[in-house]
Structures are given as C-alpha cells and as structure tokens.
C-alpha cells in the first residue's frame, strides 16, 4: 500500500494541478516569440456581412504582405476571427473569448453601436481595437475611451465635405430630405449632414436651407415601402441617406419602382460606395457616394495597387470596397504600433499608437494622439449607370479632399461642436 | 408513496455537483472561457424557468426574452440612474420588472387565451417590448445602454468586491444555484403539484374547487421573475444591455435548452444549456454554422430521441435493470427447474 496509487494520492494531485493552472501560462511564455495574432470581430452573417466580407480580405491581403516583407520584428502575423453579427452582444462576447484566450489586439469593427460598446469592455479586460469604419462621431468625442482607435476618416470630414462639396457644385438645391438608419450611425450622420448643409447654403447663396425631417428606417428590415412611400410625399430636390449594407440594396431596389430617384435632382449616399451599384447595375440610380477608398482615386500608390490587384485576384470581382482598406490599415497600423513600442502588450501599443504616422492604401494618415482619431482624405465618387458598361454602371466624376482641411477639432470627452463643421 | 427527502438531498447533491464544476472553471480555462461559462450557468436558470412554465404548469411561451429583458435593462437603468442604490436591492428590483411585465400580460393573456393561442400572443407581446426598446431614446434605442459597472457589495462587516469578471463569476454560479434549488422545491412543495394537477387536468382540478387561472397566473408571474433576475444579473457580467436580448431569438433558447435535454426532468434544460454552449462554443469560427448546426441537432433530438437527452439516458437505464431482472428471472428459473 505504501507505494501504491491511491485515491487520496489522485485526488490531492488533481487539487495541486488545478490549482496551478492559472499560474502556468503558456502564451506568456510564447507571447515575446510565437507569431503575433490579431482578432478580427467584425459581421460575418446576417446583412451586414457584405461589410464584413471586405474587412475580412483587406485584412488577409494586409497580413500577406506584412508576412512577405518580414513580419512584425522578424514575427509573423495571423489573424483570428469572430463573427459580431453587427450587433453589441455577439461582439462583446467574441471580444472578450478573444482576450480571454490572449488576442489582445483586434480590429474590424463596422457597427457604431458595437464600437461605442468596446470602449468600456476593453478597458476592462485589457484590449485594444481599431475600428474599421464605425462611424460615430462619439467615438472621439463624449464617448472617447483610450481602448478604441478609428484610422479611418471621422464622420465630420467624410459627411461634411460631402455636404460641402455638393453644395459648393450644386447650390440651386435647397430642399432637402433624408432616409435615416434609426440608430447611432444614422443619428450621427443626420446631425453633421443638417448641421453643415444648414450651414453652406446661406453661405453660398444668401438663403436658408429647408430641410425635412429625417425618415427613421429601422436596420434589417426587409420591408422598405412605408418609409418610400413617405419620401415620395416630401417637397425635396435631393435625397441624403445613410442607410447601408444589404439594407441600402434593399431601400435602393424597393424605391426603383415608386420613382423616388426620378423624383429628386441629386441622391447623396454617405457610404456604400460600390455596394448598391454592383447589386442594381443599370437599375442603379445616379448618386454621390463617400468612399473609404476609391482604388483609382489612389492609382499610383503602391499599397493601394498592390490590394487592388490581390483583392481583385483573390475574388475575382472588380470593385473592392473602402472597408477592406480601412481593415488592411488597421493592420499597417498595428504593425508600425509594435515595431514603434517593441511590444504587443496593451498599454504599450495604446501608447504608440497615439501619434502614429503611417503609410496605407489611402496615402500617409496621422492618428491624433488627443483623441485616437486619424487624419486621412476623404473621397467622394459620382456613380452612373451606363449602358455601354459591361458592369452597367461607371464612376464620372470623383474628388479627394485634403484631410487636415476636412477634419474637426480634437475634443475628447466632449460634445461635437456643430458650430464649428 | 414518494419520499420527497430521499428526492430533495439526491437533487441537492446534483446542484452541489453542478456548482463544483463550475467552481473549478476559472482555475483550469481562460478569462474567455469563463465568460461563456458564466453566460451558460444564466441560461440553465434561464432553461429552468422557461420548463417550470411549460412542464410545471403546462403554459407554452413564445416570449420569455420579454421577461429576460425586462429584468436585463431594470438592472441597466438602475445602475446609470440610481447608482448608489445596494447591488442586491437592484437584483431584486430587476427581478420585478420581470413579473410586473409577466403580471400585466398574464391578467390580459390568460382571462382570453389557452394553448396555441396563448404561445402566439406571448411571441406578439414580447416583439412589441422589443420594438418599445428599439424606439425609446430613455432606453438607448437600437444602440442599448453599455458600460454598465459591476457592484462593489457592502456587507456591513466588510465588502465584497465583485468588480472582477472572476469575482463576479463565482457570485453568478452561487446565485443561480440558489434560485435552481428554490425552484426545485416549489415544484415539489404542494403548490408545485398543484400546477402539476392543473397541468393533467385542468377541469378535474378546477371541480376539486382550485382556482385555476390564479394558480396559472401565479406561475407565470414567477416563472417571468425568475427569467428576469437572470436578465438582471446578466448585466453587469457582459456590461451592456442591447435590444438583441428581447428579440424572439432569445426567447427561442430556453425552449431548445429544454428539448435537448429534456422537457420532463428538472434539470433538462440544464444539461440542454450546457449542450448548447459547448456547441456555440466549438462551432465559433464556423461563421454563420452556429445556427445550422443547433438547427440540424434539434430535428436529430425531436425525431430519434423525443424525450431529449435526459429521457433517452433514463430510457436506457430502464431498459439495462429490465433486462437484469430478466436475467435474475432467468437464472431463478433454471435454478428451480434443476431442483426439481
């Protein structure tokens, strides 16, 4: 018996392992060697995915060439996703089994709602995000947290410099209406869209603009025709949306038919870029749409020609959308956070992350270090449809808009001041 | 005659053993680990109270999420608005908002509605909370209200810090196993077989002069409040309160909980909960097979084994003593025909 195994003997070294296994952690011990992974938590199912789709290879085609040219510090890069079905709770959950199991950066974030959720969680648990393309305005304002970086373009330099430019191009357009997502997203945009149209028609033309109320349309719904029915009763000549996703394909091909695009001068999308044209081809109303990044408006870049080119080979469609940019930034950002800290612990990459200057897809961008936000251009394109296309539709006309000259004050912690858009 | 103390401690050891395992979840995963695993010891409370509804009392719900999220944003609110109010008066607080929402659609619901129609109008009300909640701006509408903190519990003699995801863990494990074993009881106690005469028959029982739709309405009310206090102290553990959480997705769950592991044993929609997690949990980087997966497993359940996991467990040991005896008589036989 004195030499035997016995059931005491078992029990108190299951007790011992047990015990000890909080203390024996292998990632640390790998963490300053092994490939460094990043966590992807952005939407892919449910309508959102078409996003998600495209964060999900920018970041791909991202980790491929930071992989090619060396890694990060001579480690390799690899990626881990999460699907966040666009909504708050999946993403948190995702987040935090990600940093549970030592994924402490993350990127692809495209819902506001999530983002502004992430701040308080990450926080907590000790992570970092970078978001790519929520669209927020509290993100860097009242609800700024030091977990949370946006290196795409702020919503006031991409909505107010598409207001802006509109206005400047067509100021006879007075009356104006919009179709609304009824969450933050929406809310944000209306906002800086009201506030800046509001703004440069009197300065241009000495009159006031009128504007309607907005029409709230709720996310993911199939069924459009209330809410169109309600915009074909509206006295307006130009129609500002920021409705986006599958629900955009939706509205978009629901209001074709009631004549809503025939009814209005000028259709401004704040957002889905290629999204509503590759789906409605020559069905696809004339519109101005914002761009994360549009892929000829950046020609000559190599960053950017190189993700055209492995994106259009890797899918075989033409026409990459903005978010795979700002998902393949994201990761040029890490990269240049971690090479700048030697570290992928939290509050070092916080910490060099802030004041970042880097190159991507879109040119060099800044991210501030008062507010997490970066500085970057903002791009608008001018999409027709066209017959003579083998796609049906061509892009006419498209700007760039300087960045720094775009871009609102850093006021972290504190309300946006629509005086100053 | 049944031995209810011979029943109540076996049940007790099956909750003790419950709460063990979960105990030891924190020492050998990681913190993402133990997140879900807290979320998972929700729902088997969340199961529970859903199945006490149905096989308690035989009251089908369609809309248990009503319940779940009534209690999930009483809790938000009262923590962002009246933050200095005791973490447990909220939790109780929370609870109610649960069975106030049960209250008024059970007086309503019940006086009109049984069966089918009854499950349609509970699936009806509890989509209109959920637009209430996307349309109420006091509520964060479709955004929720996030960053809600986790309670710091002042004892009297000292605190209990419960800001830790670890901390507060363990309070949710011990919490939920109060209410399961409470709940056990109920349904033992004379009252919980009342609701189980009701549910066989409801005319015979109302003829022994028992008021039929005030016991129903009793046990949905509690029923409501238990799902709600799951809700409540869900919050502070994932820190947001979002409107997915009254959507009928949710109010699907504890209803797939029970047909996995079985609708006619208490603690079915425990080991269904637990089922249902492992398999979110493995099918997590399967993006959008999570749902297929669950899907395709319930038909599996509902066709070749009705009774659910538990039934199926309890089958086969009936068929193993049956057999035994079989045997035994077998071998008796024999014996007394060499006797002879």
Known sequence: ?421 | MIDYRVRFRTNLVIAACGLAAFAVVPFVANSGLLFLAGLVAINIVFGLSWNFLFSGVGLLSFGHAMFFAGGAYGMALITRHVPEMPFLLALVLGAACGGLIALVFGVVALRRASGVYFAVLTLAFSELIHILITKTTFLGRNDGLTGIPRPVIELGFGTLNLTSATAYYYFIIIAMTLVAVMMWCFQNAPAGRLLQAIRQDQMRTAFLGTPIQGWQLTAFVISGTVAAFCGAVMVPFTQIASPEIAYWTVSTQPILFTLLGGAGHFWGPAVGAILFGAIDYGTRTMHGLSEITVGVLLLAVVLIIPGGLLGLLKRRRAAASKSTRAETAGERTSETEAGK
């Open chain 1, 1 to 421: 018996m004195s030499n035997g195994i016995n059931r005491r003997g078992v029990m108190k070294g299951m007790a011992a392992a047990g015990l000890a296994m909080p203390f024996v952690n292998v990632r640390t011990a790998m963490a300053q060697s092994g490939p460094i992974t990043i966590g992807v938590v952005t939407p892919l199912s449910g309508p959102a995915q078409l996003i998600g789709t495209f964060v999900r290879e920018g970041a791909e085609i991202a980790v491929e060439h930071v992989n090619a040219n060396g890694g990060i510090n001579g480690r390799e890069v690899e990626l881990s996703f999460r699907d966040s079905k666009a909504n708050p709770n999946d993403a948190s959950v995702a987040a935090r089994e990600l940093i549970g199991s030592g994924v402490n950066l993350q990127l692809g974030t495209i819902s506001s709602a999530v983002a502004l959720a992430m701040g308080p969680l990450l926080q907590s648990e000790g992570g970092v995000v970078i978001t790519s393309g929520a669209g927020t305005e509290k993100l860097n304002h009242e609800n700024y947290n030091p977990h949370v970086f946006r290196v795409g373009d702020s919503p006031v330099s991409r909505n107010a410099g598409l207001v802006r430019h509109i206005a400047n191009s067509r100021p006879d357009i007075r009356k104006w209406g919009g179709i609304i997502p009824d969450h933050e997203y929406g809310r944000t945009t209306w906002k800086i869209f009201e506030a800046t149209m509001r703004k440069a028609i009197p300065e241009l033309t000495g009159e006031e603009a009128q504007i309607a109320e907005p029409i709230l349309v709720p996310y993911g719904s199939g069924d459009y025709r209330n809410y169109i029915a309600q915009a074909m009763r509206q006295d307006v000549q130009g129609i500002y949306t920021s409705v986006y996703g599958g629900d955009a394909v939706t509205l978009y091909q629901q209001a074709s038919p009631f004549g809503l695009f025939d009814k209005i001068d000028v259709l401004l999308d704040s957002a889905n870029e290629f999204l509503v044209a590759t789906a409605m081809k020559d069905q696809t109303p004339a519109h101005w749409s914002g761009f994360h990044w549009y892929f000829e408006a950046n020609k000559g870049n190599p960053l950017s020609d190189q993700l055209y080119s492995r994106y259009v080979e890797r899918t075989g469609e033409k026409y990459p959308m903005g978010w795979a940019a700002e998902a393949h930034a994201a990761i040029l950002a890490y990269k240049g956070a971690i090479e700048k800290a030697d570290s992928t612990e939290t509050t070092d990459v916080i910490a060099a992350l802030k004041g970042l200057s880097f190159d991507s897809a879109t040119g060099m961008r800044h991210i501030r270090a008062e507010d997490n936000q970066a500085i970057k251009n903002a791009e608008l394109a001018f999409i027709e449809p066209s017959s003579s296309e083998p796609d049906g539709f061509a892009v006419t006309d498209y700007v760039s808009l300087e960045g720094e000259k775009v871009i609102e004050p850093a006021r972290p912690g504190q309300m946006l001041d629509i005086d100053a858009l």
